[in-house]
């Protein structure tokens, strides 16, 4: 959605403080940091200042998955050419299948989720995992897999959050609608909220870009539980689907507790509120909560204090806000997928540096 001109004064008789409202300060700056030929997704920071991004294939199959971007801001395969090798005579846990975000933990750790459903048509068996790389060394250090009860055939593993305290890391299955719970110390996993409300898609059809989100058959798409985000306390983890409007939350001890039933889990989670359609969703440095909103070409944030929702930076070129990072400096990091433009050529695909205020 475009940004109006102000509508001219009319009214001559007000006084001239009613007619020249003072302007409202701007809370965030865009910049743009990179720019891209082919659809990106995730993007993560590391703390020295590098920029990561991954290349989902939904469409054209891209020449590498995960990328790292140099100071002219041009992407090379990382952690190498042999993880970005698509070869069906490989093992499918030993190199990038369809990856779909890229995250940075407290501990300076990369995080590569690969839901190993290419063109949506299923997960390759053997090929949905979690992939940990260290930036000190850029070597993989682990590999953890989802076998079928975590990931079935149609699922598709969004996004992560890892909670280095516990030990824990949190996704999101954007096509089934579920949790995913990883005990990171023991490897195990554990697929939960499966078609509960929360992780479910509300009917909405979105309107981005002045026109309705709808597939070739005129279908509007539904989309499950897409962004989450971890609470700067760890102690609550924040979620909603992308073709809905409502915020969720649950206590992260719930999670972690295997032995509560899917009763009793239900039970603890949480309706936050109607915060707007969102796709990446991040805590940020000042503890609000910054939702991509994906309908009004803009950002906005949840101040979990006062309920409150308010606009950050609205600009025609947000065409599909997607994912958040946090910088080194404090600043955040936001991809533009421009997924409602799919499968038609779109681009450049950008990578905004969120100066905030």
Not at 346 to 357: A, D, E, N
Request: glycine residues 8%.
């Amino acid at each position: 959605m475009k940004i109006h001109p102000f509508a001219a004064l009319l009214v001559l008789a007000l006084p001239l403080a009613a007619q020249t409202p003072a302007p409202q300060p701007a809370l965030a700056s865009l910049e743009v940091v990179a720019e891209s030929s082919r659809l990106w997704t995730g993007v993560a920071v590391a703390p020295d200042g590098r920029i990561f991004v991954n290349y989902p294939f939904w469409y054209d199959d891209p020449p590498f998955s995960v990328g790292v971007l140099g100071k002219d801001g041009t992407a090379r395969p990382y952690p190498d050419e042999a993880w970005n090798r698509r070869d069906p005579a490989l093992p499918p846990g030993e190199h990038f299948l369809c990856v779909q975000s890229v995250h940075v933990d407290a501990d300076g750790f990369l995080w590569i989720l690969d839901p190993a459903n290419p063109q949506f048509g299923g997960v390759v068996p053997g090929g949905a995992k979690l992939v940990q790389v260290d930036l000190k060394t850029d070597k993989v250090v682990r590999v953890i897999p989802f076998d079928a009860t975590v990931a079935p055939t149609r699922s598709y593993l969004n996004d992560v959050r890892i909670d280095t305290k516990t030990r824990t890391a949190y996704l999101t299955d954007s096509s089934g609608g579920a949790l995913v719970v990883v005990d990171l110390a023991t490897g195990t996993s554990r697929r939960l909220l499966a078609d509960h409300p929360s992780t479910q898609a509300e009917g909405a059809v979105l309107t981005i870009g002045g026109k309705e989100w709808r597939t070739a058959s005129g279908a509007a798409p539904q989309v499950h539980a897409d962004g989450l985000a971890l609470d700067p306390s760890g102690a609550y983890l924040y979620y909603q689907a992308l073709s809905g409007r409502t915020l969720y939350r649950i206590a992260t001890a719930a999670l972690r507790d295997p032995a509560l039933s899917a009763a009793d889990l239900a039970a603890r989670v949480e309706k936050v509120g109607e915060t707007g359609a969102a796709d990446g969703i991040l805590f940020g440095p000042d503890g609000k909560l910054y939702l991509s909103a994906v309908e009004d070409d803009a950002v906005k944030r949840f101040d979990p204090a006062t309920q409150q929702v308010e606009l950050v930076v609205r600009d025609p070129r947000l065409a599909w806000p997607d994912s958040f990072a946090t910088g080194p400096d404090g600043s955040l990091y936001l991809t533009i997928c421009q997924l409602h433009r799919m499968p038609e050529p779109g681009g450049p695909w950008r990578i905004f540096r969120i100066v905030l205020h």
